[in-house]
């Protein structure tokens, strides 16, 4: 994630060029209330269910659904350095947590998120926020 997001970032603001040719990763819109976001090609309902699998494990893909998760603060970050930028990424990264996504035999932690993706952890820690919970596990 940490790659895909920081290309993203420098793809926004012009600092590399897009490499592809298949979506316009560049393209951004900026909502007054959430920030920055960059937008993402629908997949084509047409293709074959292999091309739609590749495309949807693409960087022109994923790569803004990954950017667009990030919180404001680090999606808004403009016209500073990229060591700047990591160094946000890094902070933000560090804070979710890495949790199995099903119980593993022998370990007695209970997961919450569906899956240990940063997308879900990063949810889960946004609705546990929202509820100002602690987000530990429950307990019984």
């Known amino acids: 994630m940490h ?3 920081v290309l993203c970032w420098k793809i926004l603001e012009n600092l590399v060029p897009n ?3 298949i979506s316009d990763l560049s393209a951004q819109h900026i909502n007054p209330r959430t920030g920055r976001k960059a937008r993402r090609r ?9 091309i739609k699998t590749l495309l949807s494990t693409s960087l022109p893909h994923i790569g803004p659904k990954l950017f667009n998760n990030l919180p404001g603060k680090l999606r808004n970050l403009t016209e500073c350095s990229v060591e700047k930028c990591k160094h946000h990424l890094d902070n933000y990264l560090q804070t979710i947590p890495d949790e199995p996504p099903s119980p593993v035999p022998g370990y007695t932690s209970v997961s919450r998120a569906d899956t240990n993706s940063i997308s879900d952890q ?7 926020a929202g ?3 602690s987000g530990g596990a429950p307990r019984l």
């Open 19 to 21: 490499p592809t040719a």
């Open 3 to 5: 790659i895909a997001n």
């Open 42 to 50: 629908t997949l084509p309902s047409d293709a074959p269910a292999r």
């Open 131 to 133: 509820f100002r919970c």
């Open 122 to 128: 990063a949810n889960l820690q946004h609705r546990d």
